[in-house]
């Protein structure tokens, strides 16, 4: 599949320009798989193993933060680092983010170099 060298990442958003996006930003450092339909990502989560989620929190049908208790059924990742991308610009949505478990947040649009620190900052902790 991908080089076993680079950590996982999944990101998961129902924009297929985000994902773009965040794939070309990090494809050289990161193998990244991307997911548009949140509602398949459990299926997904049987099958891969992402060192790490960014999770849009605005999609149709589940939220990002729909997505957490999902993710975290998964004994394997009850301590995956989640950073959440995000255009909402509220304290009370950070606070929900990080009693979800959420490490941290980027918004929208996103900043290559702010989102890579924040990756690097999470990923191998």
Same mark, same amino acid.
């Given at each position: ?9 999944? /990101? ?6 985000? =994902?773009?996006? !965040?794939?070309? *930003? ?5 193998? *990244? ?7 398949? /990502?459990? %299926?997904?989560? %049987? ?19 729909? =997505?957490?208790? !999902? ?11 989640? *950073? ?6 509220? /304290?009370?949505?950070?606070?929900? /983010?990080?009693?979800?478990? %959420?490490?941290?947040? !980027?918004?929208?649009? !996103?900043? %290559? ?9 999470? *990923?191998?902790?």
């Amino acid at each position: 599949m991908g080089n076993t060298d680079k950590k996982t990442i999944l /990101a998961v958003d129902d924009s297929e320009d985000i =994902l773009l996006m !965040i794939k070309l *930003i990090l494809e050289d450092k990161y193998d *990244i798989h991307t997911l548009s339909d949140p509602s398949k /990502a459990e %299926a997904l989560l %049987a099958e891969l193993t992402p060192d790490m989620f960014l999770l849009d929190y605005n999609m149709p049908e589940l939220t990002g933060f729909d =997505l957490m208790p !999902i993710i975290r059924s998964f004994p394997k990742h009850k301590e995956t680092p989640v *950073i959440y991308v995000t255009g909402v610009r509220s /304290a009370d949505f950070y606070t929900v /983010a990080i009693r979800l478990g %959420a490490c941290d947040y !980027i918004m929208k649009p !996103i900043d %290559a170099d702010k989102l890579c620190g924040k990756i690097e900052k999470h *990923i191998n902790t």
